[in-house]
């Protein structure tokens, strides 16, 4: 499987090889922030993922980085310090991905404005 994708003016492309893992929709202050509402997103291992253009990355926390593009403004990616995998925004994903949500994360930080209803997995 492979899935391509860039932010909104193109400046930043990627591929994601491979079959995507933790399919997810995060609920966090920080996620709401950058996205304005949700941030839905997959992971892949870091060697699996191609990014071409120069995405700008942001300590967002002591243990993970936020990659956005620095002309649109398009928040892309999110890496855990510690970890060997990348996540990358299923949002902007070109095409259909095939992939169905597994889990909604972060729910007791969601929003008040909004309920999840759709039955799958919150934690």
Same mark, same amino acid.
Request: with cysteine.
């Given at each position: 499987m492979s899935l391509k994708g860039s932010c909104l003016c193109g400046a930043i492309r990627f591929e994601a090889r491979g079959e995507p893992q933790g399919v997810s929709v995060c609920h966090c202050?920080?996620?709401?922030?950058?996205?304005?509402?949700?941030? /839905? &997103?997959?992971?892949?291992?870091?060697?699996?993922? #191609? !990014?071409? %253009?120069?995405?700008?990355?942001?300590? /967002? &926390?002591?243990?993970?980085?936020?990659?956005?593009? #620095? !002309?649109? %403004?398009?928040?892309?990616?999110?890496?855990?310090?510690?970890?060997?995998?990348?996540?990358?925004?299923l949002g902007s994903i070109d095409g259909p991905t095939g992939l169905r949500l597994q889990k909604h994360i972060f729910t007791a930080d969601k929003g008040d404005y909004y309920d999840i209803a759709d039955g799958v997995e919150q934690r």
């Amino acid at each position: 499987m492979s899935l391509k994708g860039s932010c909104l003016c193109g400046a930043i492309r990627f591929e994601a090889r491979g079959e995507p893992q933790g399919v997810s929709v995060c609920h966090c202050g920080q996620c709401r922030r950058m996205s304005g509402h949700l941030w /839905s &997103s997959a992971y892949v291992p870091d060697d699996a993922l #191609t !990014i071409s %253009g120069e995405p700008q990355w942001y300590e /967002s &926390s002591e243990t993970a980085k936020r990659g956005f593009c #620095t !002309i649109c %403004g398009s928040f892309l990616f999110w890496k855990h310090n510690d970890e060997d995998t990348i996540s990358f925004s299923l949002g902007s994903i070109d095409g259909p991905t095939g992939l169905r949500l597994q889990k909604h994360i972060f729910t007791a930080d969601k929003g008040d404005y909004y309920d999840i209803a759709d039955g799958v997995e919150q934690r």
